[in-house]
Nanobody, 116 residues
Framework: QVQLVESGGGLVQPGGSLTLSCAAS????????MGWYRQAPGKEREWVAT???????NYADTVKGRFTISRDNAKSTVYLRMSSLKAEDTAVYFC??????????WGQGTQVAVSS
């Protein structure tokens, strides 16, 4: 089992920045592929970004160039730095862990609202 706890969400103005954190426990964090997903009201959950254990990163086209995913294995934490935020970035953001055995775990989510 992997436990994931997200934090850092909140209300931010368009064009602003926010950094989300996800603290993990219950597994060898450095071996996991970590990711961020989001779900806007009335929409399906969508993939945002992934970082592998070899620090390879990938981003959805909608956030590429604005969001940065990173990880600190010593702290068992993954981050999502979001900048140039838009109203359409408003969503609940979920942390995800994929273990080497193929098990997937989710956090409870943290709300991000972009509004003036």
């Amino acid at each position: 089992q992997v436990q994931l706890v997200e934090s850092g969400g909140g209300l931010v103005q368009p064009g602003g920045s926010l950094t989300l954190s996800c603290a993990a426990s219950g597994s060898i964090f450095r071996l996991n592929t970590m990711g961020w997903y989001r779900q806007a009201p009335g929409k399906e959950r969508e993939w945002v970004a992934t970082i592998t254990r070899s620090i390879t990163t990938n981003y959805a086209d909608t956030v590429k160039g604005r969001f940065t995913i990173s990880r600190d294995n010593a702290k068992s934490t993954v981050y999502l730095r979001m900048s140039s935020l838009k109203a359409e970035d408003t969503a609940v953001y979920f942390c995800n862990a994929l273990t080497p055995s193929g098990n997937r775990f989710w956090g409870q989510g943290t709300q991000v609202a972009v509004s003036s």
